[in-house]
């Protein structure tokens, strides 16, 4: 199985800040990665796919990069309403993983 | 507007059974394949299956933590989606999600609003 490894597992930050996540696959997974956010009690939301398309009506804000095994998720002006868990997940082959997830807490 | 409803969560003893459901409305059920995905009381999210469409002769992958024990079927004349759970465990315990997958696209893009499943005596 793919492992997908997320980093940080949680961060603090401001109202503006720019903001960044990384994830690392296993082995190279092409352009097979995904961007969830979850609020508590939410279903994930679908922000990014296919490593930097961005779902409809995501802000221009999210924006996803990275190759091979790295990838980055970042938020260029973090607005309240970011404040998540944000997941990966790779889509390259079965069984589908996730990464364990980053807390995007208010500092 | 697409929707996905779960529903048919509950308690259920260990080595019980249960069978969740996926109602889908908005979008042309059967032209898409449709996963299940959990997530344990304060844990990450797990990927669960997969069935394929019509067209992919509804064939289906299974996570290795389910393989054997859980069913992914579809009832395209109903726009709905099942995971009948067999000899559940405590582990087993979890909020379960369905979710498309739009057809020339891998990403899951739509996911409904969760049931929760817990297994214990």
């Known amino acids: 199985d793919i492992q997908v490894t997320q980093s940080p597992s949680s961060l603090s930050a401001s109202v503006g800040d720019r903001v960044t996540i990384t994830c690392r696959a296993s082995?190279?997974?092409?352009?097979?990665l995904a961007w969830f956010q979850q609020k508590p009690g939410k279903a994930p939301k679908s922000l990014i796919y296919?490593?930097?398309s961005l779902q409809s009506g995501v802000p221009s804000r999210f924006s996803g990069s990275g190759s091979g095994t790295d990838f980055t998720l970042t938020i260029s002006s973090l607005q309240p309403e970011d404040f998540a868990t944000y997941y990966c997940?790779?889509?390259?082959?079965?069984?589908?993983?996730f990464g364990g997830g980053t807390k995007v807490e208010i500092k | 507007e697409v929707q996905l409803v779960e529903s048919g969560g509950g308690l259920v003893q260990p080595g019980g059974s249960l069978r969740l459901s996926c109602a889908a409305s908005g979008f042309t059920f059967s032209d898409y394949f449709m996963d299940w995905v959990r997530q344990a009381p304060g844990k990450g999210l797990q990927w669960v299956g997969r069935?394929?469409?019509?067209?992919?002769?509804?064939?289906?992958e299974y996570a290795a933590s389910v393989k054997g024990r859980f069913s992914i079927s579809r009832d395209d004349s109903k726009n709905s989606l099942y995971l009948q759970m067999n000899s559940l465990k405590t582990e087993d315990t979890a909020v379960y999600y369905c979710?498309?997958?739009?057809?020339?696209?891998?990403?899951?893009?739509?996911w409904g609003q969760g049931t929760l499943v817990t297994v214990s005596s």
């Open positions: 979710a498309r997958r739009p057809i020339g696209s891998r990403n899951l893009d739509y």
């Open positions: 296919d490593v930097s």
């Open positions: 069935i394929r469409n019509k067209a992919n002769s509804y064939t289906t």
């Open positions: 997940q790779q889509h390259n082959s079965y069984p589908l993983t």
């Open positions: 082995e190279g997974i092409a352009n097979y």
